[in-house]
């Protein structure tokens, strides 16, 4: 899947001017600048699947917007036949979490957790695109770019203190790490050298 038709995806099943579909196009954006300067740097990385995936991470809240998105968005990119694309919309949000783990936290039920079973789905599976449109989502807020603290601060004080959201930051900040050897520097740092790239 190329750009044009990952864009496309985003106009089937949202309005042009929804806010979801802006944050996907910033995701987009950051991930291929990240994965841009990943490449030059020698390490070998498909960019525009990076983008793609950036762009495809949060379709889900087209249809909700709860943690459940992450099941809607990869369903929706089954339905069109790009499951393995889709992969991102639920591993974003599972960030090294199994499955079942997942459904104790609501991101999916058990009964859609048994049945995914068996599924190219495994979160200690990720390839390094997939990474680093993980980690664009976690440095893009509603006003653009964002420290990875910034950014969980804020999902903590619009979402409450929810024990997962530490965990969920304490696993990002180790996927920056990884990330960081990659680009020689800390990837905010890396994109906040770019800022007219994000849109």
Do not use: F
Not at 73 to 102: F, M, Q, V
Not at 119 to 144: F, N
Not at 155 to 165: E, F, K, S, T
């Amino acid at each position: 899947m190329n750009r044009e038709q990952a864009l496309a995806i985003l106009d089937k099943y949202g309005p042009a001017d929804a806010s979801w579909r802006a944050h996907c196009l910033q995701v987009g954006a950051a991930a291929r600048r990240l994965a841009q300067l990943i490449a030059q740097r020698g390490n070998s990385v498909d960019v525009d699947k990076a983008e793609v995936l950036g762009l495809l991470h949060d379709l889900g809240r087209s249809q909700e917007h709860s943690l459940r998105h992450g099941i809607e968005g990869y369903l929706l990119a089954w339905s069109e036949g790009h499951a393995n694309l889709g992969r991102i919309c639920l591993l974003h949000l599972l960030k090294g979490r199994t499955l079942e783990e997942g459904a104790a936290l609501g991101i999916l039920t058990e009964e859609e957790s048994a049945q995914l079973e068996g599924e190219d789905l495994d979160p200690q599976s990720l390839c390094l695109e997939e990474k680093v449109a993980i980690l664009a989502d976690a440095m893009m807020s509603d006003t653009g770019l964002a420290a990875i603290e910034e950014k969980y601060a804020n999902a903590r004080r619009r979402y409450g203190g929810q024990p997962h959201h530490y965990e969920d930051e304490a696993w990002v900040k180790k996927l920056a790490d990884e990330i960081s050897q990659l680009l020689g520097q800390h990837p905010y740092d890396a994109l906040r050298e770019h800022p007219d790239d994000l849109l």
